[in-house]
């Protein structure tokens, strides 16, 4: 079997972890089969990465620079001490090298005043650049040979924008020649998270974006399953902080995880799943540190069981967007200028609901999106193309997911009911052509009450066959 490997923030976020990673790729390398890796930062260090970056422009000084650099140095020193004794010297020149770069990048960033996007993707990717070399030492260890690649080396090509860039088909011939080359006499390990454009420039594939690196590895050396290894048994039926006795699921469909993660749901990034499902390979998610459980098997089409929903999830920190006037009914256009508008400010429409009347559109953003999308719109009512542009950040949506639903008659009926007798109020609704996904808003204190009621009105929490 030949399988590509992702380890999250939590697997790999000390030396016991990572020599936890290669007791796991020990055994499948033993048993003959072709393994490669791709990790993320240890956890927390991105967010540190990002917070301090963010900073800096507007500080008095740099004086947070040092103790960042020292602290990022003691905790990965402190992990290859721990599970590569004997690559010491070797990684920790690697390792003293790019703190140097950060620090400088840094400074750079402070002086200047300013954070691009692409010294952003820059500074974010040290994470990954860090605990990389650590890993490949830590196989070496074990007497595993092991080549570390960023992601730009191992072939990740990518569109040029920064922060959410998008890989390129041409990846996957680059792909299949330098790691897939590799497989039959090395565990590679690949720095996820990050790409490059054609000319070499950083690229990142935003947050948990090494689910997506995975993925692209996945497809390129033509893997015949991905697995995600995390800190969960696998994909829940809902988020077990909200539902004590929310379940694992057997398995789910591509497009039902695509919701789920779009939605809200922790374990995959939303794209992750495309370049799998483009070769239809099989992702799998599994816990680290519970390996003998089976996880989650991701498939073209889920197991159909009698249950017609599957799962349930929402998004807090978003915000709806009411735009209103008599004047938009049969007037051509009026669409195309909200979105028009609003993709000039580069701000993402998560769900969208239009009255029969065509008085009113309603939509929903990230939170912090909201002043660029109302600023966006304004010039609109100046315009007369609109009458009034309303919004509330008191809101969260909510995503009833599951394949069954398609041509299951009343399964709306039943969720609005339950919801009614509940006395939660429903503000939008909004359904996608899939049939796989019901979402609609509510109060954002209603968001959690809303899944718990439908997760008992379905009876997720029991087995079905």
């Known amino acids: 079997m030949r399988f590509l490997m992702k380890f999250g923030g939590t697997s790999v976020a000390d030396a016991q972890c990572i020599k936890r990673v ?3 790729l020990e055994g499948y390398h033993k048993a003959g089969d072709e393994v490669a890796v791709v990790v993320s930062a240890q956890r927390g260090v991105t967010d540190q990465l990002i917070a301090l970056a963010e900073k800096l422009p507007t500080a008095k000084d740099c004086s947070e620079v040092p103790p960042l650099i020292a602290h990022l140095r003691e905790r990965h020193m402190a992990t290859l ?35 691009t996007p692409r010294s952003k993707d820059y500074v974010i990717s040290y ?4 605990l990389a070399p650590v ?79 995975a993925s692209i590895i996945g497809a390129g050396i033509d893997a015949d399953e991905i697995w995600i290894w995390t800190d969960v048994d696998g994909i829940m039926t809902s988020d077990p902080r909200v539902i004590n006795d929310a379940r694992v699921l057997k398995s789910v469909s591509y497009i039902e995880v695509m919701e789920l993660s779009y939605f809200g749901a922790k374990v995959m990034h939303p794209r992750s799943i495309d370049p799998a499902m483009r070769k239809n390979i099989l992702v ?4 680290t540190f519970n390996p003998s ?33 008599a004047q938009m009914i049969g ?23 239009q009255g029969s009347s065509e008085a009113n559109i309603s939509l929903i953003v990230d939170e912090s999106h909201l002043d660029a999308a109302v600023d966006a719109l304004t010039p ?13 950040r008191d809101v969260c949506a909510v995503a009833v997911v599951g394949a069954g639903m398609a041509g299951a008659a009343g399964t709306g009926g039943r969720i609005f009911t339950a919801l009614g007798r509940a006395g939660v109020n429903v503000m939008i609704i909004s359904q996608g052509s899939s049939e796989a996904n019901i979402s609609f808003v509510v109060r954002q204190q209603d968001g959690p009450r809303s899944v718990r009621v439908l997760h008992d009105e379905f009876q997720l929490s029991e087995e079905c066959n």
């Open 127 to 130: 994470g990954e650049r860090l």
């Open 22 to 24: 290669v007791d796991i």
């Open 81 to 115: 001490r721990g599970a590569a004794p004997d690559y010491v010297r070797e990684v920790e020149e690697i390792i003293e090298k790019r703190l140097a770069s950060l620090q400088h990048i840094l400074f750079a960033i402070y002086n200047l005043r300013e954070l």
């Open 135 to 213: 890993m490949g030492a830590a196989l070496r260890q074990r007497g595993i040979p092991s080549t570390v690649f960023d992601g730009c080396e191992a072939g990740i090509l990518t569109t040029s924008q920064h922060g959410e860039a998008t890989a390129l088909s041409r990846s996957d011939e680059i792909i299949k020649k330098k790691i897939g080359s590799l497989l039959k006499k090395e565990i590679p390990v690949v720095m996820g998270f990050m790409g490059c454009t054609e000319n070499g420039i950083i690229t990142t594939l935003g947050r948990s974006g090494s689910d997506y690196s």
């Open 293 to 325: 459980t089976p996880g989650t098997l991701i498939v073209r089409n889920g197991h159909r069981d009698s249950r017609i929903v599957k799962a349930l999830t929402y998004i807090e920190k978003v915000a709806s967007i009411n735009i209103n006037g």
């Open 284 to 287: 799998r998610v599994k816990n």
């Open 331 to 353: 007037r051509p256009g009026v669409a195309k200028a909200i979105f028009s508008a609003l993709a000039d400010r580069e701000v993402n429409i998560m769900m969208i609901s």
């Open 380 to 392: 609109l009512v100046t315009d007369g193309i609109v009458r009034e542009i309303s919004h509330n």
